[in-house]
């Protein structure tokens, strides 16, 4: 199994509360994504990054920002929680850009009360 | 605006049944993938087609790439209930570093 840790695992904030995810790879892959996943919604491309602080926005970017500072860590936080953001969030890594497999982690369940 | 469409999104059949899930879109993809995801888990590859028309097997499964690179199949030949789950598109456009989803198919096999 590819190295891609999520934490936390669960979390529950309240409306308005800065929150970040991290997601921390050891397989020196350089493209790393966030997806949320929502029922009836499929995955949804957040923020992706090509290579370190090398970053650009996915389908629903809004109310999110990231950063890379490493190669083996994908920083997603969300400024000022807000219900709607309540969902599993997924990175994933590839070693390259096209027809490449894409490894996931486990997943970070977020309840935004 | 959600680029790749699944049917059927719920799937309920017997074990040995067969069945086929479809990928849609009117985007052309440079390669479109199929993964399986289990409950509490990231989803897991099973494939990837690459050329127009290309036809791949894994075991009792065949996923088909349409001629035109905006489509996909996935057909399970006589079910079984592991192969329980849900099942996803996923569509890198050509020229991006972007892997798009589809809505998922959840798939429900009963002994």
């Known amino acids: 199994d590819a190295g891609i840790t999520q934490s936390p695992r669960h979390k529950v904030t309240e409306t308005g509360t800065p929150v970040t995810l991290r997601c921390h790879q050891t397989?020196?892959?350089?493209?790393m994504y966030w997806y949320r996943q929502d029922p009836g919604h499929g995955l949804r491309l957040i923020h992706y990054s090509y290579g370190v602080k090398d970053t650009d926005k996915g389908e629903v970017s809004d109310g999110y920002s990231v950063s890379r500072s490493k190669t083996e860590d994908f920083l997603l936080t969300l400024e000022s929680a807000t219900s709607s953001q309540t969902s599993v969030y997924f990175c994933?890594?590839?070693?390259?850009?096209?027809?490449?497999?894409?490894?996931f982690g486990s997943g970070t369940q977020l309840s935004v009360l | 605006t959600q680029l790749l469409e699944q049917s059927p999104q719920f799937l309920s059949i017997q074990e040995g049944e067969n069945l086929t899930v479809y990928c849609n879109s009117s985007?052309?993809?440079?390669?479109l993938q199929w993964y399986r995801q289990e409950p509490g888990e990231g989803p897991v590859l099973l494939v990837t087609v690459v050329t127009g028309g290309e036809v791949k097997k894994l075991k009792r499964l065949t996923f088909q790439f349409g001629d035109a690179r905006k489509d996909s199949s996935l057909h399970i030949t006589a079910a079984q209930p592991g192969d329980t789950g849900l099942y996803l598109c996923?569509?890198?456009?050509?020229?991006?570093?972007?892997?798009?989803f589809g809505t998922g198919t959840r798939l429900k096999v009963l002994a």
């Open positions: 994933a890594i590839s070693r390259t850009a096209t027809n490449e497999k894409l490894f």
């Open positions: 985007s052309v993809f440079s390669s």
């Open positions: 996923a569509g890198a456009q050509a020229g991006t570093y972007k892997y798009i």
């Open positions: 397989e020196n892959h350089r493209y």
